[in-house]
Structure formats: structure tokens, C-alpha cells
């Protein structure tokens, strides 16, 4: 990710799944671009769950939603997902937490500096992890050799897997844009991380796979399984470097 002169390098893709915030009352549902429900502008807009495109059992950001299950269209989109190892072994998403449960980070792109700052905050919750019988795992939209560089230089302590078409992405409508990955709040904690001694890998940043993918593409972080349509914890980021609190993750994953 870089804050000036590489907007002409990077593809757009206007089509890819716009951000989808979904919450018990929305007092302004004009900010969010939710589809095919109908708002009153007189008062606030409470929304069935059944009309939105996905369902899960905890929504970040959003206290006191119930339990509930993934959404059959989601499920489906999500059987169709497959991830590639570091041995280039491809394996259906949801294979990743059939019979286990596990943390997913979906990152921005293998070179992204936010990224592997991430990487960190989740892996110094391993032992952690470990102890509940819980799986870390992080996939990057690129490639297998994007994957093995990205592991290689961060040392990160759980399984990473590569998505080169986005479909996970897609398959869970994880945001993707321009205006989302240059905000003030992305800016300064790039200049937090180069602080903090993370660093931008500009050769992955700029190979082929992640310009023709989109670098614009936004991540988010699951936590799903035992079950392939079990999916229990979900937080999209809202723009580059939007991290949920830790805490968050480990009252879905490991209580």
C-alpha cells in the first residue's frame, strides 16, 4: 500500500462486493449501501437478517446480535472457494475448518505493511489459540510464491494459504475500493507501523498478481468451524489497517 504516486498503477474493479455493515437499528441507513430494503427516513430502520446477503453468529462492531448460521448463499459461494498451500495443494476453503476451529485473517495482499503488522497481532495470541485447540490462519489474494515470500519474511506462525482469484474475498463480499484504502486513519497507522520497524514489501506490493487483482482489495478476519457452513465470528474491515480488538477474536475463538 503507498500513500502517493501509485494510484495509476493499480487496477479498479467496480464490480467487486461493496462493504456491507449490517447492525440491529440503523439511525442513519443512508450510510449504508445495504440493498433491496426499504428505509424510513422519519425514524430509525430496523433490518430482518433474513434480507441480508449473509448470516452469522457474532457481527464486530455490532453487540448483542444472536446466534445464528451462515446463510445458504454464502455457504455455497464459500464451497466453490479454493485456497492454495504452500506446496501449491489446492484445498476447498471450508476444508480449512470442516472439523476444527480456526482464526482466518484475510489479508489486503501479501506485501501490504498493514498486513503483516496483523499477521503479528494475531500470532502473539497463538499460545492462546493453541490451548482452545484453535487453528491460525491467514490467505492473501496472489500467488503460491507471494504466499511463501510473505511467510518466509514474516516468520508468521500459522498456516498461510494463497487465494489468487479473490474468490474468498468475493464469497464473503469483503470491500474493495479507492476511497477505502487512502483514509486519514490508514495513513497514520502506516507511519505507526515504519515506526514500529514494520515494513512495505514493494516488490510483492507491485508484482503482476496483486495489480491485476486489485489493490484496492480490503480484508477481514473469521473465526470459524467445527462444520463447513459454521461460521461464528466475522469483521470486515471498514478501510486498510482497521483492525477489531483482540479481545473481540478471543471471546469467538477460544471461550
Known amino acids: 500500500m503507498a500513500l502517493s504516486g501509485t494510484a495509476s498503477l493499480i487496477s479498479v474493479h467496480p464490480n467487486r462486493a461493496q462493504n456491507h455493515q449490517s447492525a440491529a437499528v440503523l439511525s442513519n441507513p443512508t450510510q449504508y449501501p445495504i440493498h433491496h430494503l426499504s428505509f424510513s427516513p422519519c425514524k430509525p430502520t430496523k433490518i430482518s437478517y433474513s434480507q441480508l446477503p449473509f448470516t452469522v453468529s457474532a457481527i464486530s462492531g455490532s453487540p448483542g446480535i444472536g446466534s445464528s448460521v451462515v446463510g445458504e448463499e454464502t455457504t455455497d459461494s464459500l464451497e466453490t472457494v479454493e485456497v492454495f498451500d504452500l506446496n501449491g495443494k489446492g484445498i476447498p476453503i471450508t476444508d480449512l475448518w470442516k472439523d476444527r476451529k480456526v482464526v482466518v485473517a484475510f489479508a489486503r495482499h501479501f506485501g501490504c505493511v498493514l498486513c503483516r503488522k496483523r499477521a503479528d497481532y494475531l500470532a502473539a495470541k497463538k499460545e492462546q489459540m493453541d ?18 515470500a510473505f511467510s518466509q519474511q514474516t516468520n508468521f506462525k500459522g498456516e498461510v494459504y494463497a487465494d ?15 476511497s477505502t484504502t487512502f483514509t486519514p486513519k490508514a495513513g497514520l497507522k502506516i507511519l505507526q507501523s515504519y515506526m514500529e520497524g514494520y515494513r512495505q514489501d514493494w516488490k510483492l506490493s507491485f508484482e503482476k498478481q496483486t495489480v491485476t487483482s486489485g489493490g484496492w482489495q480490503q480484508g477481514g478476519i473469521i473465526v470459524a468451524g467445527p462444520g463447513k457452513s459454521n461460521i461464528s465470528y466475522i469483521h470486515k474491515d471498514k478501510e486498510a489497517g482497521d483492525d477489531p480488538p483482540i479481545e473481540d477474536i478471543l471471546k469467538a475463538c477460544c471461550t
Do not use: F, K
Request: hydrophobic share 55%; net charge negative.
Open 131 to 148: 490451548v482452545a485447540g484453535v487453528a491460525l490462519v491467514l490467505i492473501g489474494p496472489g500467488s503460491v510464491d507471494q504466499a511463501i
Open 164 to 178: 489468487p482469484n479473490h474468490a474468498a474475498y468475493e464469497a464473503l463480499r469483503l470491500i474493495s475500493g479507492v
